[in-house]
């Protein structure tokens, strides 16, 4: 599978980074198959904008969570690495919260909308997708085919 990281340095050697605000799937490297939205992601970093890009096996014995798309499950998962809460997996991958859900989570969050009406909110926002990798060993299975400036 090829992947996407968008930063503003080349990545060759990604690492799990376990620091700043906690994300959809908790801590990792994080990327995704979508390049265009790996080139959203680098056009909010730095004076630089790169777009490392990967390949990925997929490895049988690997402790993987995987969402197809935007259910409750999801919706609670991403609530509780958003709060700080860890997980046993070495990957996780499925729809992204980018700003505006993230919005209508924390709105769900504070009982300022329910549940249903998150649902009616998100029904209509693009396609977006992201893969973490929250495990050394699960790193292994990623490697740098080249990086390129937008």
Same mark, same amino acid.
């Given at each position: 599978m090829?992947?996407?990281?968008?930063s503003?340095? *080349?990545?060759?050697?990604?690492?799990?980074?376990?620091?700043?605000f906690?994300?959809?799937?908790?801590? !990792?490297?994080y990327? =995704?198959?979508? *390049?265009?939205?790996?080139?959203r992601?680098?056009? $909010?970093? !730095? /004076?630089?904008?790169?777009?490392?890009?990967?390949?990925?096996?997929?490895n049988?014995?690997?402790?993987?969570?995987?969402? &197809?798309?935007?259910?409750? *499950?999801w919706?609670?998962?991403?609530?509780?690495?958003? /709060? !700080? =809460?860890g997980?046993?997996?070495?990957?996780? %991958?499925?729809?992204?919260?980018?700003?505006?859900?993230? &919005?209508?989570?924390? &709105?769900?969050? %504070?009982? /300022?909308?329910?549940?249903?009406?998150f649902?009616v909110?998100? /029904?209509?926002?693009?396609? =977006?997708?992201?893969?973490?990798?929250? $495990?050394d060993?699960?790193?292994?299975?990623?490697?740098?085919?080249?990086?390129?400036?937008i």
């Amino acid at each position: 599978m090829k992947l996407y990281h968008g930063s503003s340095f *080349e990545v060759t050697n990604p690492k799990i980074l376990t620091s700043g605000f906690y994300k959809d799937f908790g801590y !990792g490297f994080y990327c =995704t198959n979508i *390049e265009k939205q790996a080139k959203r992601w680098a056009m $909010t970093r !730095g /004076k630089k904008h790169i777009v490392n890009v990967y390949n990925y096996t997929e490895n049988p014995s690997f402790n993987i969570l995987k969402f &197809d798309e935007m259910t409750e *499950e999801w919706l609670d998962f991403v609530i509780a690495c958003r /709060k !700080g =809460t860890g997980h046993g997996y070495d990957i996780v %991958e499925g729809p992204m919260a980018d700003d505006t859900i993230w &919005d209508y989570i924390e &709105d769900y969050i %504070e009982n /300022k909308i329910t549940r249903e009406a998150f649902w009616v909110l998100v /029904k209509f926002k693009y396609p =977006t997708h992201q893969i973490v990798f929250s $495990t050394d060993k699960a790193l292994e299975a990623v490697n740098f085919e080249r990086s390129y400036e937008i």
